[in-house]
């Protein structure tokens, strides 16, 4: 089983940069795929990016492709979502999810993942 602990969220103005992090537990992280989720206000959860275990695999969002960025340090059990040129539909909680899963093509809809983490909030002003 894996606990996952999102941080670095934040108010921020459109324009500018964020890096989110998942912390995860327990010593098989590095067999896991991570995908990264938001949901507005008012929206269903919806898919950002995704990682394969080894990162060889990266899978992102027609929304935030060229902007975003999703890295994994499997040492340090945590997966990086670098999100520069932010706009205000941006603004979301953000989630990350975590599936045990070994190949280099992850899945990419919630219903697809076992773990996920409480949210962080990410709000861009305009």
């Known amino acids: 089983q894996v606990q996952l602990v999102e941080s670095g969220g934040g108010l921020v103005q459109a324009g500018g940069s964020l890096r989110l992090s998942c912390a995860a537990s327990?010593?098989?992280?590095?067999?896991?795929?991570v995908g990264w989720f938001r949901q507005a206000p008012g929206k269903e959860r919806e898919f950002v990016a995704a990682?394969?275990?080894?990162?060889?695999?990266?899978y992102y969002a027609d929304s935030v492709k060229g902007r975003f960025t999703i890295s994994r340090d499997n040492a340090k059990n945590t997966v990086y979502l670098q999100m520069n040129s932010l706009k205000p539909e941006d603004t979301a909680v953000y989630y990350c999810a975590a599936k045990l899963w070994s190949q280099t093509l992850v899945p990419l809809t919630t219903n697809e993942y076992d773990y996920w983490g409480q949210g962080t909030q990410v709000t861009v002003s305009s």
């Open positions: 327990g010593r098989t992280f590095s067999l896991y795929a």
């Open positions: 990682i394969s275990c080894r990162g060889g695999g990266t």
